[in-house]
Every structure is written in C-alpha cells, then in structure tokens.
T-cell receptor, first 117, second 113 residues
Framework: GAVVSQHPSWVICKSGTSVKIECRSL??????MFWYRQFPKQSLMLMAT?????????EQGVEKDKFLINHASLTLSTLTVTSAHPEDSSFYIC?????????????FGPGTRLTVL | RKEVEQDPGPFNVPEGATVAFNCTYS??????FFWYRQDCRKEPKLLMS???SGNEDGRFTAQLNRASQYISLLIRDSKLSDSATYLC??????????????FGTGTRLQVFP
C-alpha cells in the first residue's frame, strides 16, 4: 500500500506556542488529505479536509484560525496548531486517499502525539 | 444517535477462541465499509473492506447487511497478536468528497494465553 509519513512523531511544547505538523505522501500524489484528532479512549474525529491548491474544509466546531492547514503540493499538507493550550494535547493523524472514488482505502500517517504543558 | 455505533468492549478471549464484533451505521446511503485495526498509540491500519456478498481473509470474515445497516467482523482462532482495537468505518454519503470516512469508537479485543 501507499506510504504516508508524519513529522514530528511527538512534540512537547509550552502553552501559547505554535506547532507545525507535516504530512507527506511518499509514493503517490494526494489531491486530498484528511486531518484527524484522537483523544484517549475516543474515536478518530475528522478535523478538516485538506485540498491541494485550495482552502481546507473544516468540520463543524473546528476553529480554522486555530488549526491552520496548508496543502501546497500534491505530496505535502501541514497542520499548524496556533497558540496551543493543554486542551489541544491529543494524537493528530493525517491520511490520504488514492482518489479513485468509492471504496477508497485511506492511508494513514503514523500520527503525531502533541503534549502542551 | 451516533453515525457509527460499536460495542466498546473490551472483549477478553482466550487464544483459539472465535469472537464477533458488530457495528451499525445510521445513513443508508453509505456505500463503502471497512474494518480498521488500531494498536495502542498507533495509527489505524486497514484490516479489510466489507462487501455486500461478504468476504473472508484468512481467519477474518466480514459481513454487511444493508437492510439492517449492520456490519460484522468474525475472527476465528484468535491469536495474541490480534489484541487491538477494531474500528468500524463507513464513508460519509453527505460529503462532497467521496473519500470522507466516519469512524466508530472501536471495540477493544484482548486475547489472553
């Protein structure tokens, strides 16, 4: 299957700082990538759909000014958590689909564990 | 009502046991169905897609009942390495993007020696 990487794999930061997470599709081009957040013992919750060359589509309740998404190329999407606070501590996972329509598999990155002190 | 509902478990079973997980989804227009496996502190990995006719992959069998909006996963001859959380996933038929998925909260399986 296709490979998606994320960097960093974990980050610890102070409250009020901004953190950038990169998601790369290594062996295929992804016009669409998805950003999820997962709190302990909960399911993956979609935060936003990242579209190459256009603005991201955010899910209801997700602040677009706090979670900045940039999808500048077909292999890279970035999520920046601005002015992070302890409640933003979570497991952030990106994924990319192959773009073949229904019955697509989504390929997930290994996730980034963010801890805000 | 949640869009995708699963029994959270945990299911604690001995090695060699057969275990079944169930899942229901709320939108009858969903077209794609999957079971993903997620190990602790790791990303989800696709276990298998689920087709209307039912499908089998080794010890794993998935079934789909569109009329009841019900999906199942059967694991035979459980191994210690099967211990994980199993996520029921369906596509969001209301989304503009056909790749958009909705995840259940997962069912945790613990296989003991």
């Amino acid at each position: 299957g296709a490979v998606v990487s994320q960097h960093p794999s974990w980050v610890i930061c102070k409250s009020g700082t901004s953190v950038k997470i990169e998601c790369r599709s290594l062996d295929f081009q992804a016009t669409t990538m998805f950003w999820y957040r997962q709190f302990p013992k909960q399911s993956l919750m979609l935060m936003a759909t990242s579209n190459e060359g256009s603005k991201a589509t955010y899910e209801q309740g997700v602040e677009k000014d706090k979670f900045l998404i940039n999808h500048a190329s077909l292999t890279l999407s970035t999520l920046t958590v601005t002015s992070a606070h302890p409640e933003d501590s979570s497991f952030y996972i990106c994924s990319a689909g192959s773009g073949q329509g229904y019955s697509n598999e989504q390929f997930f990155g290994p996730g980034t564990r963010l801890t805000v002190l | 009502r949640k869009e995708v509902e699963q029994d959270p478990g945990p299911f604690n079973v001995p090695e060699g046991a057969t275990v079944a997980f169930n899942c229901t989804y709320s939108n009858s227009a969903s077209q794609s169905f999957f079971w993903y496996r997620q190990d602790c502190r790791k990303e989800p990995k696709l276990l298998m897609s689920v087709y209307s006719s039912g499908n089998e992959d080794g010890r794993f069998t998935a079934q789909l009942n569109r009329a009841s909006q019900y999906i199942s996963l059967l694991i035979r001859d459980s191994k210690l390495s099967d211990s994980a959380t199993y996520l029921c996933v369906v596509n969001d038929p209301l989304a503009d993007n056909t790749d958009k998925l909705i995840f259940g909260t997962g069912t945790r399986l613990q296989v003991f020696p």
